[in-house]
């Protein structure tokens, strides 16, 4: 972990952190306004998030922070943070790199769509993520 300045993490205090000390971030592609991603930063991850201006989330599955790109290449770029009225959520602008933000090789991770009553793929996959991470 980094350290800070005194007073420096006064604006990471505004954040209402859940019970386990997460918060849902939001990837926006700052370009075109599409939703990428909705993943989970703790306080180290947002306050990496903002000192690199690349994304840092926070695995809830791995229990591990990770910067977004450092096993693929598709890193975001942030071009601005926000925090919506409640304090309880982040979104995050980026310009993101490669084109990819979702782990299934697909530009964004919501590329499935409700028809009816089942979810259709929509968004075509744009690398096959064995290329990406090299397994599946």
């Known amino acids: 972990?980094?350290?800070?300045?005194?007073?420096?993490?006064?604006?990471?205090?505004?954040?209402?952190?859940?019970?386990?000390?997460?918060?849902?971030?939001?990837?926006?592609?700052?370009?075109?306004?599409?939703?990428?991603?909705?993943?989970?930063?703790?306080?180290?991850?947002?306050?990496?998030?903002?000192?690199?201006?690349?994304?840092?989330?926070?695995?809830?599955?791995?229990?591990?922070?990770?910067?977004?790109?450092?096993?693929?290449g598709h890193v975001q770029k942030v071009r601005e943070l926000r925090l919506d009225c409640d304090g309880d959520a982040v979104l995050v602008l980026v310009d993101p790199v490669g084109g990819i933000a979702c782990h299934t090789g697909r530009e964004r991770c919501f590329y499935r769509q409700l028809d009816g009553e089942r979810w259709i793929g929509t968004d075509p996959v744009l690398k096959d993520p064995k290329a990406i991470y090299g397994h599946d």
């Open 1 to 72: 972990m980094s350290a800070q300045a005194p007073g420096a993490a006064s604006w990471l205090d505004a954040v209402k952190w859940s019970a386990d000390g997460l918060v849902p971030a939001i990837a926006q592609d700052a370009a075109s306004g599409k939703v990428l991603t909705l993943a989970w930063m703790n306080r180290e991850a947002l306050a990496l998030t903002a000192s690199t201006r690349e994304v840092h989330y926070w695995s809830r599955s791995r229990r591990a922070l990770w910067r977004k790109g450092e096993s693929s």
